[in-house]
T-cell receptor
Framework: DGGITQSPKYLFRKEGQNVTLSCEQN?????MYWYRQDPGQGLRLIYYSQIVNDFQKGDIAEGYSVSREKKESFPLTVTSAQKNPTAFYLCASSMRGSYGYTFGSGTRLTVV | QKEVEQDPGPLSVPEGAIVSLNCTYSNSAFQYFMWYRQYSRKGPELLMY????GNKEDGRFTAQVDKSSKYISLFIRDSQPSDSATYLCAMEDDYKLSFGAGTTVTVRA
């Protein structure tokens, strides 16, 4: 079955630590995206990548980093520079030129 | 002002009622308009997408776009308890989506 897998589902980290969220897709989609979801604020775009080895900042990229070394994978690192990292993180993918995104099930990150 | 405004609700309706959801937007560059449904602690799933002004129907769901007023709507007929979820509108500009805050809907049996 094709889809997007995000792991882990829940993640707890101490303040000041970097943490990496995994996102893997087997849909052969070209584009991949990371969104952050906070209560009452909808989804906000962190980073996106249209092709391998290329990515662009979204609206709230500060304190985050990504890589796109393989078409299937788009990991997100939440660095210690991110002031308020506790949130629900969603990864999505789409065919280039398509407007329908497929989302993963999300990772809930809690920083204590 | 946010690019996409959506009343977060919550909205509670009895089973069988019509659910009416809407979003307004300010960016004239938006060309494609989508509605996603998100169940608790899950990722959003695409319900419908439209391009032009007018109505589009899919079963119990109708999406409406009025580009001149920068206003989109989603109607759910004969609502069921399984329709209880958060509904997010989304709009496309340069292959990136901007989302509304989401409206939480509860359909009471």
């Amino acid at each position: 079955d094709g889809g997007i897998t995000q792991s882990p589902k829940y993640l707890f980290r101490k303040e000041g630590q970097n943490v990496t969220l995994s996102c893997e897709q087997n849909l052969n989609h070209d584009a991949m995206y990371w969104y952050r979801q906070d209560p009452g604020q909808g989804l906000r775009l962190i980073y996106y990548s249209q092709i391998v080895n290329d990515f662009q900042k979204g609206d709230i990229a500060e304190g985050y980093s990504v890589s796109r070394e393989k078409k299937e994978s788009f990991p997100l690192t939440v660095t210690s520079a991110q002031k308020n990292p506790t949130a629900f993180y969603l990864c999505a993918s789409s065919m280039r030129g398509s407007y329908g995104y497929t989302f993963g099930s999300g990772t809930r990150l809690t920083v204590v | 002002q946010k690019e996409v405004e959506q009343d977060p609700g919550p909205l509670s309706v009895p089973e069988g009622a019509i659910v009416s959801l809407n979003c307004t937007y300010s960016n004239s560059a938006f060309q494609y308009f989508m509605w996603y449904r998100q169940y608790s602690r899950k990722g959003p799933e695409l319900l419908m997408y439209t391009y032009s002004s007018g109505n589009k129907e899919d079963g119990r769901f109708t999406a409406q776009v009025d580009k001149s007023s920068k206003y989109i709507s989603l109607f759910i007929r004969d609502s069921q308890p399984s329709d209880s979820a958060t509904y997010l509108c989304a709009m496309e500009d340069d292959y990136k989506l901007s989302f509304g805050a989401g409206t939480t809907v509860t359909v009471r049996a």
